[in-house]
């Protein structure tokens, strides 16, 4: 076993209790969610969440008509593009699978069908290796580098939820005590607010406007100079946004404009 697979394996995060091979994992809300919003932002046939736990990978979300039924699959670790990501801690691209000749034979080929696949590690906060976010296809494609950087936001966004399940299981307060785990554990917390939401929020246009330069990433500062104003007064808005929609974080806020129509996933850039 190579020295990269046996830090992944030692390093990796516990989240879901070991599944049986074959047998399906626990669906997860907030991971359906962000494989939806991945699969819109890059027009991606498919996208998956996988976890690998020894030598078992659980696909523990999945979006797309042709791959959603994947949700909740496991299967051996070898048979998995996905195993590279994490061994090597490092995004994999690969165009066309079927046309190289060290993959056209791999499993996730041949029986899987996928042919363009573009993979990121998940890791927490803490250093832990939870799994991947990938995106899939059963044709060829030629990957971009704004591609894998709207994958990347994507899969800050999946371990915010990630660790917000993990401290459900360990203890509720330790993430909560731990600062630099403060705003992945706020984005985790949206699960409940808008799997509940029953309206759309109303946002002045000017809200609705610090709202959409918000996902560009712009600050505070940023923002007002483009559109003018007083950096306090960006903050007032910022918080009126916050509070409008119910959430607790920026971040949070993004996923939950998304969700109520407010912003496009493709906003997010």
Known sequence: MSTARRRAQRNSVKYHDHPRQGHPAAPDPWLDRVTRIAQDLL???GVLVTQLIDQIQVVTSAAGREWQHM????GPRDQSFCQWVVDHDSPLAIADAQSDPRLAQHPAVVKGGVRAYLGVPLRTSGGAIYGALCAIGGRPRDWTDTDLRK???VAALAV???EQGVARE???SVAHEEQGRQTLVQVGALDNKVATAVHVPSLTSRER?????MARGLGNRAIAAEIGVSIDTVKSHVSHVLHKLQVPSRSAALIAGIE???LEPTALR
């Open 43 to 45: 027009g991606a046939e």
């Open 71 to 74: 949700a909740g699959v496991s």
């Open 151 to 153: 994958l990347k936001d």
């Open 160 to 162: 915010g939820g990630i």
């Open 170 to 172: 360990d203890d509720r």
């Open 209 to 213: 406007q610090v709202l959409t330069l």
């Open 260 to 262: 109520a129509g407010l």
